[in-house]
């Protein structure tokens, strides 16, 4: 079964500082998908960025990069220039590839690493 | 403005009786999610549905029940055989597919507690 380790369960990183937020993960299929997610205070969850296994380039999306590195299992999630705005927690999941037959396209999550940015 | 919502913010169980949760989606999104969100965890699925009408059990899905007779909507009762009903729920929706550029929305959750 396919299994995502998120071993920060805290961070503190200081105002206009990067973070790194480690992801590792546990499939042997060959294709699969990684996302990170945000949920801040209010509960609900905001998507941030999605890494295809097959992919070539690390994937962007504006302060948000992945760090994804295929042969280590690890997708490890960047933040440059930390906003107190990004104080929340942050969750890594996994969707395998390929149509099961069941419809079974679902997403497995870790267990999350809460950020604290510092002014 | 298209979004998922789900009602109530705040819901309250006593021994014994079931309880339901409300979700409703206006992307027009085949597939819908519940999520269980205990202090500490991940998200685990519940249940999910990729069609009106048909349904599947996720990975913790006792004690739970669910119905999709509208594409939009995709309640979820928590029954009295759900021993620690107590955790925050989520809903969530998506295209059929799950790849790419697609991804899960999701509603601003429902917190159930036990009296």
């Known amino acids: 079964a396919q299994k995502i380790t998120q071993t920060q369960p805290g961070m503190f990183v200081q105002e206009k500082e990067a973070v790194t937020l480690d992801c590792t993960y546990d499939?042997?299929?060959?294709?699969?998908?990684l996302f990170w997610y945000k949920q801040p205070s209010s509960g609900e969850m905001i998507f941030l960025i999605y890494?295809?296994?097959?992919?070539?380039q690390n994937a962007t999306e504006g302060r948000y990069s992945l760090n994804f590195q295929k042969a280590r299992k690890s997708a490890n999630l960047v933040i440059s220039a930390s906003q107190l705005g990004d104080s929340a927690m942050y969750f890594c999941?996994?969707?395998?590839?390929?149509?099961?037959?069941?419809?079974?396209?679902?997403?497995?999550f870790g267990k999350g690493t809460k950020l604290s940015v510092i002014p | 403005d298209g979004g998922i919502t789900q009602s109530p913010k705040y819901l309250f169980r006593k021994e014994g009786q079931n309880v339901t949760l409300s979700c409703e989606q206006n992307?027009?999104?085949?597939?819908m999610y519940w999520y269980r969100q205990d202090p500490g965890q991940g998200l685990r699925l519940i249940y999910y549905?990729?069609?009106?009408?048909?349904?599947q059990k996720g990975d913790i899905a006792e004690g739970y029940s669910v119905s999709r007779e509208k594409k939009e909507s995709f309640p979820l009762t928590v029954t009295s055989a759900q021993k620690n009903p107590t955790a925050f729920y989520l809903c969530?929706?998506?295209?059929?597919?799950?790849?790419?550029?697609?991804?899960?929305?999701f509603g601003s959750g429902t917190q159930l507690s036990v009296l």
């Open positions: 969530a929706s998506s295209t059929w597919t799950l790849s790419g550029d697609e991804k899960l929305f």
């Open positions: 499939t042997s299929d060959p294709s699969y998908g």
């Open positions: 890494q295809g296994s097959y992919d070539q």
């Open positions: 999941a996994i969707l395998l590839g390929g149509y099961s037959g069941a419809g079974s396209y679902q997403l497995t």
């Open positions: 992307l027009n999104h085949d597939a």
């Open positions: 549905s990729q069609i009106v009408n048909d349904f």
